[in-house]
């Protein structure tokens, strides 16, 4: 898994509740992001954070919260308030500083019904 | 960030080179050029990145132009799972703002 963890692979949810995707990462990285991918786009950063809590908005953060309460853990929660919710939601982890690539989780693809 | 152009998509015959272009006319001198490719329904993965010089791993090799204003990436043997989204992606290094941009990337699809 590269070191990064996302939890669940599928997840369906009714509309008007909150869920929460897990994002954990084991190789002691500063930096944690979320991306949002919706079919045939880009990704489009949601949240990320830099050092434990604290953390700052994307492109996109609208209908969103974080949490970054230990280096390992970016949870990522959406809300009621987000109004297309459905989509394939991406956790990466990088170094803070350096030239260094991301590593992304494998995703996980919420429906919303 | 600068941002960059791909073409949406490219065939490729397996066992032949995959050459991929990407256009970064404004890109500043600080700014590397990172490559990532997407697996349907899978994570992006990182494969290299470059800043002046040409840059091989086991993956691929980046070729990148003198004025920096373009680069290549090259598969060299193609096979049927390097069919993928390839993402080219310009980006300061340095600083505590590392946030990536990606765009829509070229669909390369390779044929047996």
């Known amino acids: 898994d590269g070191g990064i963890t996302q939890s669940p692979k599928y997840l369906f949810r009714k509309e008007g509740q909150n869920v929460t995707l897990s994002c954990e990462q084991n190789l002691n990285h500063d930096a944690m992001y979320w991306y949002r991918q919706d079919p045939g786009q880009g990704l489009r950063l949601i949240y990320y954070?830099?050092?434990?809590?604290?953390?700052q908005k994307g492109d996109i953060a609208e209908g969103y919260s974080v949490s970054r309460e230990k280096k390992e853990s970016f949870p990522l929660t959406v809300t009621s308030a987000q109004k297309n919710p459905t989509a394939f939601y991406l956790c990466?982890?990088?170094?803070?500083?350096?030239?260094?690539?991301?590593?992304f989780g494998s995703g996980t693809r919420l429906t919303v019904v | 960030d600068a941002k960059t152009t791909q073409p949406p998509s490219m065939d490729c015959a397996e066992g032949r080179a995959a050459n991929l272009p990407c256009n970064h006319s404004?890109?500043?001198?600080?700014?590397?050029v990172y490559w990532y490719r997407q697996i349907h329904s899978q994570g992006p993965q990182y494969i290299i990145h470059?800043?002046?010089n040409n840059e091989t791993n086991e993956m691929a090799s980046l070729i990148i132009t003198e004025d920096r204003k373009s680069s290549t990436l090259i598969l060299p043997h193609a096979t049927l799972r390097d069919t993928a989204v390839y993402y080219c992606i310009v980006h300061i290094s340095s600083g505590s703002a590392r946030q990536l941009t990606f765009g829509s990337g070229t669909q390369l699809t390779v044929l047996p």
């Open positions: 470059g800043l002046k």
């Open positions: 954070s830099q050092i434990v809590n604290d953390f």
């Open positions: 404004t890109i500043s001198g600080n700014e590397y």
């Open positions: 990466a982890r990088s170094p803070r500083r350096g030239p260094y690539g991301y590593t």
